[in-house]
């Protein structure tokens, strides 16, 4: 299954979502997001993938966090805090996002991207 990592250019509907998302097993799809550029990219098999995509295009890494969509959820449990890429101490220290503030940007950029 080909993955085509990609930093949005323009809000997607969360429709647009789930053809991504059925090639996860639960459906969902992988995104990172840039709390300072307030970009987010998507579908990617992990996330380690989109953070290097971001990476590539100027991002700084302390601003990079994973999150998992799930386009099939309600509102509020459209976005998971969950990543592996989001474990770094002394910032962070479980794949859980545990600042609220960094949480609530994220929602913030997620509902700019996904309508």
């Known amino acids: 299954m080909k993955f085509t990592e ?10 647009e979502l789930a053809p991504f998302s059925l090639k996860m097993e639960p459906a969902l799809v992988k995104a990172v997001v840039d709390i300072e550029k307030e970009i987010m990219a998507i579908d990617a098999s992990m996330h380690v993938d ?10 700084a ?32 220290r479980s794949r859980d996002i545990e600042d609220e503030s960094i949480r609530e940007k994220i ?8 309508q």
Do not use: H
Request: overall charge positive; glycine content about 4%; aromatic content about 6%.
């Open 6 to 15: 990609q930093i949005l250019n323009k809000p997607i509907k969360r429709e």
């Open 50 to 59: 989109l953070r290097d995509v971001l990476l590539k295009n100027g991002s």
């Open 61 to 92: 890494i302390q601003n990079l966090w994973g999150i998992n969509l799930y386009p099939d959820a309600s509102a509020e449990k459209l976005v998971e805090f969950d990543s592996m890429i989001n474990i770094r101490p002394p910032q962070n």
């Open 107 to 114: 929602l913030t950029i997620v509902k700019k991207w996904i």
